[in-house]
């Protein structure tokens, strides 16, 4: 997360950390982000309860079948869902939607489930589903120790997010795309989808989506050698080198020994 820097550096990481909170509070509805299965804050779970208590009963009857059948898509992406709603229901049950430590084993459970459901090689995978977990993933990165966990969820949102751009190549499901890679360290692919994203947008929404994505790609940029630079500081530390740094949690606001 965030280094324990001074002045235009440290502002700087606050500045990206605050745009991903910024993201995940769908801000980016002009980008059709946001909105739907494939936007960062999609598939919320309806008529739910503050501990999830019928999507885990949902899930612990899906654990049951899986240990017979351990490899059954059918019922793996089920298990996903179940405990993605658990983990949106109570999100939406605490002040402020606050995603805390239950919703965030919900959250990994889930996303240990969509892993499962795609080695059993799926064709094709589950699009919405992939949508979804691609906005766990994200939640996930939002929610981790340390800088590493989080590029490790962000790549795995955006191979998620792929599927969902793969299948629906529009403005919304691209420039989600887009983002993740950013922050995953995939340029490329970003460019690529922000591409996609300029040649299908029209007007003053055409200039409005590059400016924006041209802004996150120069964020994720800064984050990518601020991680680099605070890996090779820990390489340093573990050889006997002084002056490890600590990495502060610009969402909780606490500091934290490592990625």
Request: aromatic share 8%; glycine share 12%.
């Amino acid at each position: 997360m965030l280094f324990e820097l001074g002045g235009k550096r440290k502002r700087l990481i606050q500045v990206i950390y605050a745009l991903l909170a910024m993201l995940m509070a769908g801000s980016l509805i002009f980008l059709g982000i946001g909105t739907g299965a494939g936007g960062i804050l999609g598939g919320l779970g309806q008529n739910s309860s503050s501990s999830g208590g019928q999507f885990t009963q949902q899930a612990d009857d899906l654990d049951k079948k899986l240990l017979a059948q351990p490899n059954n898509p059918k019922y793996l992406i089920s298990l996903f869902r179940a405990r993605y709603n658990a983990a949106n229901s109570i999100v939406q049950s605490t002040s402020g939607g606050s995603v805390n430590t239950d919703a965030v084993q919900q959250y990994q459970e889930a996303v240990d489930a969509w892993d499962r459901y795609i080695k059993t090689g799926p064709k094709p995978p589950d699009a919405n589903g992939a949508g979804l977990a691609a906005n766990a993933f994200f939640t996930l990165a939002q929610n981790s120790a340390g800088g590493n966990d989080a590029r490790n969820q962000a790549i795995s949102a955006a191979q998620a997010q792929k599927i969902v751009a793969d299948t629906r190549p529009a403005v919304g499901p691209l420039s989600t795309y887009a983002i993740y890679a950013y922050f995953a360290g995939d340029f490329a692919a970003g460019d690529t989808a922000a591409a996609k994203v300029e040649s299908i947008s029209s007007g003053t929404k055409r200039k409005a989506a590059k400016k924006q994505l041209d802004d996150i790609r120069k964020q994720a940029k800064q984050f990518e050698k601020q991680l680099t630079a605070f890996n090779k500081s820990q390489a340093k530390g573990a050889t006997g080198a002084s002056g490890a740094t600590q990495l502060q949690n610009p969402l909780s606001g606490g500091t934290l020994g490592g990625p």
